[in-house]
């Protein structure tokens, strides 16, 4: 980690900035009652915290268990597909059309399939959400793989584990967290989306919903910048894990 | 085994075609390769010179032909790891220390912690990288990674050591220290040597025998003997004798065709 604080500077100058122009310039051209000013949501939020809070949690355990089943998935199948080239050329191409599909779309099926206040309708779609990013960066790092240091290995009469195990998957560590990186703010928004369809009265996105259609857009911005704290942890988690991946894996 | 030298590699009609015969790489190539000979395969790109080394190393298989490497198939012999393998770029793992990387091939054979350790200071004393234990790939420059590679073709003692243009992409002054130290490992391995290059100066320095390709279909040109005096020094490059070998090489490359192709080698490489 970059440990400079003088790298911060710049950035908390800009959101300083940011927060003073939303107050005092944007909030008063647009109306106070459309787009509240800063105060006003900060205090929406520190009346509502418990409440709020609570409902950020309960959302981020949607997202989370989505996350892990659907990039869970994602690293099965690209191991698949890369050890058996033919079973990936034949399903790839399907599976790429299928990340073209708005996802989201299937949102109030899986609230059909499971029941809106069972968990398991949002880890559907966070967990299909999270699939096609790790899927696809997963498979690239595991044939990023130059074709020397294959045959390095086989050199040393390593098979087809071997290979993975000491070759392929650490070299494709890296594009695994590029893809869990991307994954975890779709599955945040997965989470919140589901919610929106209906689901359990703490939940996050049934929050947002609810202030907004009583017209209370103070606590509605509190809940999106609730939603958004637990996205960036969740981020910042797994560029730590990252960190800790990719450097551990030589002291091993 | 009871003949003395000992054959290390024996090649008989190796034929080596691709896309289904449209092109023929190699061409029934005879070849026998004693035990602590230094052996050099040049020619122009395309010649099939990786190739045929790939194919000793079983990473290729021939079209046809029988290759006999420490009296087994080639197969058995990479099964048994008979051999280690240096390529043009280093091929080290960068998220392994330079240790690491010389451990690799040690832990696939199931070496003890303790076993490995002691082999890895005696490697890293050969290549001259003591004291670099704990970088990392791309802290070290080009010849010291290439080095690297080297020590961890040779950490298990294999008898054959197989090389595929290692010094390729160095420039000139590192490529000939380089040069240097390699005979030096040679002297004190003794490993059987088998070298690609594309450098006259560097087959005619290096080796006991260089082997010239023509070029596709790949085919023995000519067999040249390298009557150098051992030990090579530095001042082995301005004896005349070297002038003339240098020059008898050239003409022998000419000979087999490569004058069109070879004004067009890169130090990348060919296939």
């Known amino acids: ?252 | 085994m009871t003949d003395a030298p000992e054959k290390v590699v024996e090649l008989e009609g190796v034929t080596k075609e691709f896309a289904q015969g449209k092109t023929v790489a190699l061409q029934g190539i005879d070849l026998t390769i004693d035990s602590g000979e230094f052996v050099s395969l040049i020619g122009p790109s395309g010649c099939g010179k990786s190739t045929l080394l790939r194919i000793i190393g079983d990473l290729v298989e021939p079209t046809s032909g029988k290759v006999t490497v420490n009296g087994k198939t080639a197969h058995q012999a990479r099964s048994d790891r008979d051999y280690g393998i240096v390529f043009q770029h280093a091929v080290l793992y960068d998220w392994r220390t330079v240790t690491k990387n010389i451990a690799l091939p040690l832990e696939m054979l199931g070496w003890p912690r303790a076993k490995r350790a002691d082999r890895i200071k005696e490697m890293l004393e050969l290549v001259e990288l003591t004291g670099f234990e704990s970088h990392y790939p791309w802290q070290l420059s080009g010849g010291m990674q290439q080095r690297v590679s080297i020590a961890r073709a040779l950490s298990f003692s294999p008898p054959l050591l197989l090389m595929d243009e290692p010094f390729g992409a160095l420039d000139e002054m590192t490529r000939e220290r380089l040069n240097m130290e390699l005979l030096s490992i040679w002297r004190e391995t003794r490993s059987t040597t088998i070298f690609v290059t594309h450098s006259i100066a560097e087959a005619v320095f290096l080796s006991t025998r260089v082997v010239v390709m023509s070029p596709r279909p790949g085919r023995i040109a000519e067999i040249l003997e390298i009557d150098l005096p051992q030990p090579r020094t530095a001042e082995t490059r301005e004896d005349p004798r070297f002038f003339e070998l240098v020059t008898e090489l050239r003409e022998s490359l000419h000979r087999g065709g490569a004058d069109q192709v070879f004004e067009k080698l890169a130090p990348e490489g060919d296939g």
């Open chain 1, 1 to 252: 980690m970059r440990g400079r604080a003088g790298n911060w500077v710049p950035a908390l100058i800009v959101f300083f900035v940011g927060i003073a122009v939303w107050q005092w310039v944007l909030s008063p051209l647009a109306g106070k009652f459309l787009l509240p000013r800063p105060s006003a949501i900060a205090k929406a939020f520190w009346d509502n915290r418990h409440v709020l809070v609570n409902a950020g949690w309960f959302t981020f355990k949607e997202a989370l268990g989505g996350f892990v089943i659907g990039s869970g998935a994602a690293i099965l199948v690209a191991l698949v597909f890369a050890r058996f080239q033919r079973v990936g050329s034949a399903l790839m191409p399907y599976a790429i059309a299928a990340s073209a599909v708005p996802i989201i779309a299937f949102a109030p099926i899986t609230n059909a399939w499971f029941g809106v206040l069972n968990p398991h309708s949002k880890w559907a779609i966070a967990g299909v959400l999270c699939f096609f990013p790790v899927l696809v960066n997963t498979l690239r790092g595991l044939r990023s793989v130059r074709p020397e240091a294959i045959e390095l290995m086989r050199s040393y009469a390593a098979g087809d584990v071997d290979i993975f195990r000491r070759v392929r998957i650490p070299a494709a560590l890296p594009f695994i967290f590029a893809g869990l990186k991307v994954a975890t703010v779709l599955a945040m928004i997965g989470a919140i989306v589901g919610d929106y369809f209906g689901g359990a009265i703490n939940a996050l996105g049934v929050q947002i919903e609810n202030s907004i259609s009583l017209f209370d857009f103070a606590l509605g911005w509190a809940a999106i910048v609730v939603a958004s704290t637990f996205g960036i942890a969740f981020y910042a988690a797994v560029s730590v894990a990252e960190r800790y991946c990719v450097r551990g894996m030589t002291s091993t």
